[in-house]
């Protein structure tokens, strides 16, 4: 379904709107059409993950909008649901919605609207394949609500759902321990069962009067107890454990059917006055040492102690609330000693809760489980053991581990490992559908960076001795000591995933600022129009500056704080959670340019007045409106169109040393390079075919490059396909510094370009030693160094210059001086420092 702003519409008031979305009695911007580009099925899924990714507070009203093609609000489609009516709505739209409130567990008042949305549309069209994985949210969210009867009638109607996974769903509604029909005892155990008969395992046992039915788990092991073999060292860590669940975590590699083994039970000083549990537990089998640690250093530490206590030829964990089958440990030895050609062998593990309840919200109950794997000693020594970090350092490592050897991991199919979900768990709150803590995903793209880039043998560190070894910074809440927080100069927000035009111009602006001795972070928010697939990591330029600690990278909540943010691309923050960040700013400046703030612009990506609101919720400061130095000029003031505060100062142009660092290159005196950026506001290109023809010709008597959107190029010329002589490279295609140096001549013609105010494209040209030809105007907004012509009169001024090679070379370096005297980033420093700024960012 395609979502067209056109005609009359209604606001979330219920006013109505025009074409641009404007009220009838007021100008209200709505939802910006530019999201009506990534609301069709093509890109869908794309915009679903951003939804959830970025806790977007703004689900409800968004997907009541493209449910109803612009004619309700949430609250509307709320009560048409009520009623039992899809009038007006598309059901796969409503749906998506339902769904996505759903995983994103932030908002569980609506629950119950979900629940009654995905009934609605599944007795409308109960059989539609695309509506399946819907079909199991409803399974699971009855479940959730007790309503196990109208479970498993859903499932004698779908036989899909009900053989998922050996059938869990339905295994789950005869579980006693939650339905309290203890005569369903035998019938729940044989289904629970079907995971491990069907792989020839043992069935476990459980005690049917347990109040913790996790903690009876046994079973009875196909397979016979081998006493031979390799040495296998189990590394334990605990801090102040739960008794009983350390005694059912211990005692299911006790009893092991592979009895060469050794328990490392590695106690980071708890806290308890006298956890008798432990010595209780290493007096009970000589296959337990009990290791104590002081002071306290978290998991990784602990780990690389067992690491160097260890005897066994094969190392592998268990954590603390976990249960391994007694046929685990055989599975992987007898897998590893076979597979030389891998670095270690992991199991799969199944999730479940005390009452091995295994159904959750949107997530399936099997995946790979990172605590089981297995190496071999020499490996784990080798490749220098665990980063110290307090969590996620089981993936580190494995992947570091991978890429040193040379070698893969093997995954084995059986499920011989069971994790417990435990509320308060350090790592399970983590996790959700398509979400991970910042600090996770931040800490993965950061090692996966520092793997990629340096040689296998520099993987290898030394965390086993007793100094700490971080390779590349480590955000705070993942440091394994005490973190005293920052309070930087400037943090800049943006969505730091895609190669888009802004981000290189932010980077400009990170090293300018950090040149000018600022102290400097960024924060990653997510854009609904970037690159929204669930673990893209953030650019590689970005990336090496976090990493090396030239920049901060500041996360949600804390604990640092800046005295600037500044806001670089306002769209990550005008659908996102209204949700106090914790930054505490002095002051919060929200960049724009003066199309992005006017409902005039069919491509607006955002609506400044909601913006505004959203940001005094997440940033806890109110936000001032900065245009960009190209459009600074009054009569095309933001203010006009929305009611927020817009600066009497520009933004500054900031291009570092390295654009000109190199002097011009000499003209060619033939076969000239023509080159321009292709702008988006329609304003800066000649208004008819007859001046485009004159400014830009067609006819071969030129090589012209463009730096943009092929498709706004056609649409500005009036075509279907480019002349033969113009190459149009996307952005992210080329290096626009590689671009410029490349070029003879930069040729800005028509409409208003030439207003008196640089723009960045231009400045980037004349950075790049490239000559600028343009209209009457421009020696106003950058000297007398550029070239004022008719577009008719373009073709002989450049013959002129290519003749004249002196005078090329002139203005060129004329050009070059011009913008490293003013657009350096000196400007920006200062307007950090003192706001107070000329219309192009320079200082009075």
């Known amino acids: 379904m395609e979502i067209k702003v056109i005609g009359t519409e209604r606001d979330r008031t219920g006013r109505d709107m025009d074409a641009h979305g404007a009220g009838a009695d007021e100008k209200y911007p709505g939802l910006p059409p530019a999201l009506t580009a990534v609301v069709h099925r093509a890109t869908r899924d794309r915009l679903d993950k951003w939804a959830v990714s970025s806790e977007t507070a703004e689900i409800g009203e968004f997907y009541a909008w493209i449910a109803s093609e612009g004619t309700m609000t949430f609250a509307e489609v709320r009560e048409q649901v009520h009623k039992g009516r899809l009038d007006g709505l598309d059901p796969a739209n409503l749906v998506r919605m339902a769904r996505l409130l759903a995983v994103q567990l ?3 008042q609506h629950d119950e609207f979900v629940v009654d949305v995905l009934q609605l549309v599944l007795r409308h069209d109960p059989h539609n394949p695309a509506y399946r994985h819907h079909r199991k949210l409803l399974v699971e969210m009855l479940f959730e609500q007790g309503r196990f009867a109208e479970v498993r009638k859903l499932l004698g109607r779908h036989p899909d759902l009900a053989s998922e996974f050996w059938g869990y769903l339905d295994a789950d509604t005869l579980n006693p321990f939650v339905t309290g029909n203890r005569a369903d005892h035998a019938q729940w155990l044989q289904a629970f069962n079907r995971p491990f008969t069907s792989f020839g395992l043992g069935p476990v046992t459980v005690d049917p009067d347990a109040a913790k039915p996790f903690d009876t788990l046994s079973a009875v092991p196909e397979s016979e107890v081998r006493h031979g073999g390799p040495l296998v ?3 334990v860590t605990t801090y102040n454990p739960d008794p009983a669940e350390i005694v059912t975590a211990v005692q299911s590699i006790l009893n092991q059917t592979w009895r060469n083994l050794e328990v490392l039970l590695v106690d980071d000083c708890s806290s308890q006055s006298d956890p008798v549990i432990l010595d209780e537990l290493a007096a009970s089998d000589d296959r337990i ?3 104590r640690l002081d002071p306290n250093g978290g998991t990784y530490r602990a780990r690389n102690e067992g690491i160097k206590a260890a005897r066994g030829e094969f190392i592998t964990g268990q954590d603390t609330d976990d249960w391994s089958h007694p046929e685990r440990i055989a599975h992987q030895v007898d897998r590893l000693r076979d597979r030389e050609d891998v670095a270690g062998v992991m199991t799969r593990a199944t ?11 949107g997530l399936v109950p099997v995946r790979r489980c990172e605590v089981s794997f297995m190496m071999r000693r020499e490996d784990a020594i080798g490749v220098g053991g665990y980063l110290p970090v307090r969590k996620a350092g089981d993936s580190e490592f494995r992947e570091r581990l991978e890429r040193w050897t040379g070698k893969p991991t093997d995954v084995l199919d059986e499920p011989l490992y069971m994790i417990r979900l435990s509320l308060g768990s350090l790592s399970r709150s983590d996790f959700r559908v398509g979400w991970n803590h910042p600090m996770r995903t931040g ?3 950061a090692y996966r960076r520092w793997h990629q880039t340096v040689e296998p043998a520099e993987l290898a560190l030394d965390n086993l001795g007793d100094e700490d070894r971080f390779p590349f910074a480590i955000a705070p809440n993942m440091r394994g000591k005490e973190y005293e927080p920052q309070r930087v100069d400037v943090c800049f927000v943006a969505d730091w995933r895609g190669n888009s035009p802004q981000v290189g111009e932010v980077l400009e602006e990170i090293r300018a600022c950090r040149d000018g001795g600022l102290s400097v972070a ?20 970005v990336q090496e500056l976090i990493n090396d600690g030239s920049v901060l990278q500041m996360y949600p909540y804390g604990p640092d704080t800046a005295r600037n943010v500044i806001v670089r ?10 949700a106090s960040l914790g930054l505490a700013p002095d002051r919060l400046l929200i960049v724009a340019d003066a199309e992005e703030m006017s409902i005039r612009d069919r491509d607006w990506t955002f609506d400044p007045a909601w913006t505004q609101s959203m940001a005094a919720d997440i940033f806890d400061c109110q936000a001032e409106w900065v245009l960009t130095a190209a459009d600074a000029s009054s009569e095309k003031a933001a203010g006009t169109d929305f009611p927020v505060p817009v600066a009497d100062w520009a933004y500054p142009v900031v291009l570092s040393a390295g654009w000109t660092a190199r002097p011009p290159a000499p003209v060619r005196t033939e076969g000239f390079v023509l080159a321009r950026r292709v702008g988006t506001d329609s304003g800066d290109w000649p208004a008819n075919e007859e001046q485009i023809e004159a400014a830009y010709p067609t006819d071969g008597s030129g090589e012209y ?6 498709d706004v190029l056609l649409d500005r010329v009036g075509r279907r396909t480019l002349p033969a002589s113009w190459v149009c490279f996307g952005d992210g295609e080329i290096d626009p510094l590689i671009f410029w140096r490349s070029a003879d001549f930069c040729l800005q013609f028509g409409g208003d370009s030439a207003t008196g105010h640089p723009r960045r494209d231009v400045l980037e040209a004349l950075a790049a030693g490239v000559v600028v030809v343009g209209d009457v105007g421009h020696q106003r907004a950058y000297g007398d160094f550029v070239v004022e012509v008719r577009p008719a009169d373009a073709a002989d001024a450049l013959r002129t210059l290519a003749e004249n090679p002196e005078e090329y070379r002139r203005l060129a370096l004329a050009g070059q001086k011009h913008v490293r005297a003013r657009y350096g980033g000196q400007s920006l420093v200062r307007t950090l420092q003192d706001n107070n700024g000329d219309e192009d960012g320079t200082r009075t």
Do not use: C, K
């Not at 999730?351 to 919200?361: A, E, G, I, K, N």
């Not at 960024?522 to 330029?541: H, R």
């Open 106 to 108: 932030i908002a569980p």
């Open 233 to 235: 060292s189990v590394i």
């Open 289 to 291: 040492r009990l290791i």
């Open 351 to 361: 999730r479940m809760d005390d009452t091995l309840v295994r159904v959750s919200r």
């Open 443 to 445: 800490f993965r793209n």
């Open 522 to 541: 960024v924060l990653q928010m997510e854009s609904p129009y970037g690159s929204n697939q669930f673990g893209t990591p953030i650019l590689p330029e």
């Open 569 to 578: 691309d306002p769209a990550t923050v005008h659908l996102g959670r209204r």
């Open 705 to 710: 490059r463009w730096l943009g959107d092929a």
